[in-house]
């Protein structure tokens, strides 16, 4: 089993460019999220998605598009990059039911480096 | 991550114990985490507590977790230069869904 899996690893855009981050899990969990780490600022989550078919606003998702395309994949898209968006970009899957009370473990990939010039 | 405070770096020798602290706001968090990244890498669960419990040992790692105070700490004993990492505490509020809210990390280093 693979776990989590993210490509590119490394990507170096211009200004105004576009480009979808992919992400894909096969350990059948339902959610799924996208955080940025950023030096001194620890992660923090763009987008996330409960479930298949959901997607949802995290902490900083201004200049970011997600989709949920199934249960395996969720795609991160820079639209039009800017230098604040250089950053390195994590995709996780969650096992636990995601309820409050309940052990929550997130399993994350590798990341992509990301770089806008 | 502005919820949860950690010190951004830690430097160790080989052989000592290493004690990493935080301090969380959340006090509906049943569950506290401590996550670990190698350099280049994605992070990884290390270990995690129960909140009605006060500390949790794992071989080498003790998790002490003060919930007056809202503060979680981690031992890392006999501490080895494969332990040079960032490493992450983190909560999960009762209404995030299993969302995560990370502490900006505390960089370790292991001097031999």
């Known amino acids: 089993n693979a776990g989590v899996t993210q490509t590119p690893k490394f990507q170096v855009l211009k200004t105004g460019q576009s480009m979808t981050l992919q992400c894909a899990q096969d350990?059948?969990?339902?959610?799924m999220y996208w955080y940025r780490q950023d030096p001194g600022m620890g992660l923090r989550l763009i987008y996330y998605?409960?479930?298949?078919?959901?997607?949802d606003k995290g902490e900083v998702p201004n200049g970011y598009n997600v989709s949920r395309l199934n249960k395996r994949e969720f795609s991160l898209r820079l639209e039009s990059a800017a230098p604040s968006q250089t950053s390195v970009y994590f995709c996780?899957?969650?096992?636990?039911?995601?309820?409050?009370?309940?052990?929550?473990?997130?399993?994350f990939g590798p990341g992509t480096r990301l770089t806008v010039l | 991550g502005e919820d949860v405070e950690q010190s951004l770096f830690l430097s160790v020798r080989e052989g000592d114990s290493s004690v990493i602290n935080c301090t969380y706001t959340?006090?509906?968090?049943?569950?506290l985490y401590w996550y670990k990244q190698e350099p280049g890498a994605g992070l990884q669960l290390l270990t995690y507590?129960?909140?009605?419990?006060d500390m949790k040992q794992d071989q080498r790692l003790t998790v002490l977790l003060n919930k007056k105070d809202k503060h979680l700490s981690l031992r890392i004993a006999d501490t080895q230069t494969g332990d040079s990492a960032i490493y992450f505490c983190?909560?999960?509020?009762?209404?995030?869904?299993?969302?995560?809210?990370f502490g900006a990390g505390t960089q370790v280093v292991v001097t031999p």
């Open positions: 959340d006090s509906s968090s049943t569950y």
């Open positions: 507590i129960f909140s009605n419990m």
């Open positions: 983190a909560e999960s509020p009762f209404d995030s869904w299993g969302k995560l809210q």
């Open positions: 996780a899957c969650l096992r636990g039911l995601g309820l409050g009370n309940s052990y929550n473990e997130q399993f």
């Open positions: 998605s409960a479930s298949e078919g959901t997607t």
């Open positions: 350990m059948n969990h339902n959610s």
